[in-house]
């Protein structure tokens, strides 16, 4: 009877990955992205409205998991 | 960071090496060479692709990856290269891992990303070169400290239609996944000054990469959101820690440009622009992370160096 194939998924679970979240699912904290100018004018709509350049409030969330983080 | 790249690759190896064709037997020699000298950048891109073909039980794609593994890292990297976004210049394949790692994991973001023609290439090349000769002079520490950090400077051209709103036209960018290379919008870098301020913006973030080995250095969810002092979309609180802290280490580079005589008159006043102009985002970086960034240790530790080392 053969083996049954190895989950390389699980046997890296004890591994020491660099750059990857302790569980091995996700990358963490990637790329930083400098940028003056985005679309030609008009930057992405901010998903909440009334914002000025003063305020430093939180936004709700964009996008949950994968912090990819550019600037 | 090296040195972490060797444990983790020693710990693959004998964990799934035999599944990939990359046992321990011809892990070892190279793990030694990783650890004794600068290796490519681009080995960090694909042993990220290594890990993600793993996690995704992709056996054959590991196992090829583990085979681009070993030429890579036989490739030595005597100083910084400037080079073309092309597979000639990267190596097999790593034009499109480049191009994953910088623009893949915001699908609501596009970048544009192409290689340069030969002209342009020289140019950029010519203007580097220039640009290191004078923060050798004029900046001596900074230009050193560029050398260690930067092995690859990748030329790049990225230009959003006019029509596209949501295309985000780069200037430069880094990236944990590819240390020791930036990317270079070069069309926007027309002299000594600009170069060096970007190099140093970018060759910063490294640093910084390599403080905390690519996590965090604020425990705020990456979901939170910020008005950023240097680009018009929202930013996760991680991304304003490192523009705040870049935008110091380019004010420092700004005013010992300002301070040596080896700057043209153009370029005083081109300096004299940027550094008023990067002193108030700086300002606007520091208001924002002192009241909502949540330090973790590395962080604070950075954070409290910047503050103690910027007297603006």
């Known amino acids: 009877m053969s083996q049954p194939a190895k989950s390389l998924s699980a046997a890296l679970a004890s591994c020491k990955l660099v750059g990857f979240l302790a569980n091995g699912a996700t990358k963490d904290n990637a790329a930083k992205i400098g940028s003056s100018k985005i679309g030609g004018v008009k930057p992405p709509a901010p998903p909440a409205a009334g914002l000025t350049k003063d305020s430093s409030a939180k936004i709700g969330t964009v996008k949950p998991g994968i912090n990819k983080g550019p600037l | ?312």
């Open chain 2, 1 to 312: 960071m090296r040195d972490s790249l060797a444990v983790s690759l020693s710990e693959i190896a004998h964990a799934i090496g035999e599944e990939i064709g990359f046992p321990p037997s011809q892990a070892d020699p190279l793990i030694q060479h990783l650890r004794a000298r600068p290796v490519a950048p681009g080995l960090f891109a694909i042993y990220t692709a290594l890990v993600e073909a793993a996690l995704r039980e992709d056996a054959a794609e590991a196992a090829a990856l583990a085979k681009n593994l070993r030429h890579a890292c036989e490739k030595t990297v005597q100083s910084l290269r400037v080079v073309n976004l092309t597979d000639d210049d990267l190596g097999p394949g790593q034009v499109e891992r480049y191009r994953r790692i910088i623009t893949g994991d915001e699908p609501e973001i596009i970048i544009p990303l192409a290689q340069v023609d030969e002209a342009e290439l020289l140019r950029a090349g010519r203007l580097i070169t220039v640009t290191l000769s004078l923060l050798d002079t004029a900046a001596p520490e900074i230009a050193g400290e560029l050398r260690v950090l930067v092995r690859e400077v990748v030329i790049v051209h990225s230009a959003a239609q006019a029509d596209d709103s949501a295309a985000l036209e780069l200037d430069g960018a880094s990236s944990f996944y590819l240390w020791g290379a930036l990317l270079l919008n070069s069309a926007r870098q027309r002299g000594r000054v600009s170069m060096a301020v970007t190099l140093v913006h970018e060759a910063v973030h490294g640093l910084l990469f390599g403080m905390s080995l690519g996590a965090p250095l604020v425990e705020n969810a990456p979901e939170e959101r910020y008005l950023s002092p240097l680009r018009d979309d929202l930013r996760p609180m991680d991304g304003l820690f490192h523009a705040t802290y870049v935008l110091a280490r380019m004010i420092d580079c700004l005013q010992r440009l300002l301070h040596s005589s080896e700057l043209t008159p153009d370029e005083i006043s081109a300096a004299q622009m940027a550094l008023a102009q990067h002193q108030a985002e700086y300002e606007a970086g520091l208001v924002l992370v002192t009241a909502s960034a949540r330090f973790t240790q590395i962080g604070a530790a950075a954070f409290h160096a910047m503050r103690q080392a910027t007297v603006f």
